[in-house]
């Protein structure tokens, strides 16, 4: 039993050693994950999608609000992240 279980922490161990951490971005000196930045660009970036959608009127026409803004700042998100990782 225990040399199974020795074989297969080789096995699961050999694949996963090629996994390296995401990329940084340097800010103010210290270094934060490249999703954390993403992130804020998307939450910022629904922000101002926001205030475009009220100040042309189109903001009662969305569907459920909710929906639409949580998938905008996850399309905003997922966008910069691309774009960050290259």
Sequence with gaps: MRIAARRWT????AFLSGCRPGPDIT???S???SWMAALVVGVLGTI???QLFTRTGLDPYLGPRVLVYSGLVILITLVVLSVLRG
């Design 48 to 50: 101002l999608c926001w």
């Design 27 to 29: 800010v103010a000196g």
């Design 31 to 33: 270094y934060f994950p």
């Design 10 to 13: 080789t096995t699961v161990g």
